[in-house]
C-alpha cells in the first residue's frame, strides 16, 4: 500500500489550496477515505471524509463551509480543496482510510497559512 499526499504550500491566511492523495495496493474504490492533519506539537486529528462512492461527506466542525473532500475513483485519487484558510490550518496533512485500521501513513503534505 501507498499512500502519496501532494500539493501543500505556503499560502496568506484566505488563500486556498488543493491537496491531492494519489493511493495504490489496495482496491481504493472499495474504501471509504479521509484526510487528516498533524499540527507541531500536536496529535493527528481527523479533518474530512468521504463514502466509497463519494455520495457522503463528513468534515470536522472548525473546515466545514471552508474545506471539500472529493474522489476520482478512476484514478486512484482523493483530494481536499481548501479555502479561506486560516493559520490553525497550518499542518501536515495526511490521507488514509477514514478510520482504523489505517494503511501505513504516507510522508505527508505540509500546509502553512501566514497571518
Known amino acids: 500500500v501507498q499512500l502519496v499526499e501532494s500539493g501543500g504550500g505556503l499560502v496568506q491566511a484566505g488563500g486556498s489550496l488543493r491537496l491531492s492523495c494519489a493511493a495504490s495496493?489496495?482496491?481504493?474504490?472499495?474504501?471509504?477515505m479521509g484526510w487528516f492533519r498533524q499540527a507541531p506539537g500536536k496529535e493527528r486529528v481527523f479533518v474530512a471524509a468521504?463514502?466509497?462512492?463519494?455520495?457522503?461527506?463528513y468534515y470536522r466542525t472548525s473546515v466545514r463551509g471552508r474545506f471539500t473532500i472529493s474522489r476520482d475513483n478512476a484514478k486512484n485519487t482523493l483530494y481536499l480543496q481548501m479555502n479561506s484558510l486560516e493559520p490553525e490550518d497550518t499542518a501536515v496533512y495526511y490521507c488514509?482510510?477514514?478510520?482504523?485500521?489505517?494503511?501505513?501513513w504516507g510522508q505527508g503534505t505540509q500546509v502553512t497559512v501566514s497571518s
Open positions: 495496493g489496495f482496491p481504493f474504490s472499495s474504501y471509504a
Open positions: 488514509n482510510t477514514d478510520k482504523a485500521p489505517y494503511w501505513s
Open positions: 468521504i463514502t466509497w462512492s463519494g455520495g457522503s461527506t
